[in-house]
Nanobody, 126 residues
Framework: QVQLVESGGGLVQAGDSLRLSCAAS????????MGWFRQAPGKEREFVAA????????AYADSVKGRFTVSRDNAKNTVSLLMNSLKPEDTGVYYC???????????????????WGQGTQVTVSS
């Protein structure tokens, strides 16, 4: 059974940092780009960041560029999202997902992600 399990969410204050982790099991995703999405209450799921299969290419939403950093460890089958300078508008459920392809060329297309985690809640208070 293929699973993506996120962890590291929590309640923090504006300006704080959090590191989210995503652990994959059941198969390796070393050939797949991996992405992070988030969904706030009453809003659609939105792209946050993605990393190519090798880690050589990354993509970020404009709203998080310069504050968030995505990384991966293919040996451990994990992906991480370091979130600095958090803002209240970063609040939401964060999802890890595996892209059908290896590059970040279409990283923002939610329909190209075939596997999703259950999500982890991030709440940023002002």
């Amino acid at each position: 059974q293929v699973q993506l399990v996120e962890s590291g969410g929590g309640l923090v204050q504006a300006g704080d940092s959090l590191r989210l982790s995503c652990a994959a099991s059941g198969r390796t995703f070393s050939n797949n780009a991996m992405g992070w999405f988030r969904q706030a209450p009453g809003k659609e799921r939105e792209f946050v960041a993605a990393i190519s299969w090798s880690g050589g290419s990354t993509a970020y939403a404009d709203s998080v560029k310069g504050r968030f950093t995505v990384s991966r460890d293919n040996a451990k089958n994990t992906v991480s999202l370091l979130m600095n300078s958090l803002k209240p508008e970063d609040t939401g459920v964060y999802y890890c997902a595996a892209n059908r392809y290896g590059s970040t060329l279409n990283a923002r297309a939610v329909e190209l992600y075939d596997y999703w985690g259950q999500g982890t809640q991030v709440t940023v208070s002002s």
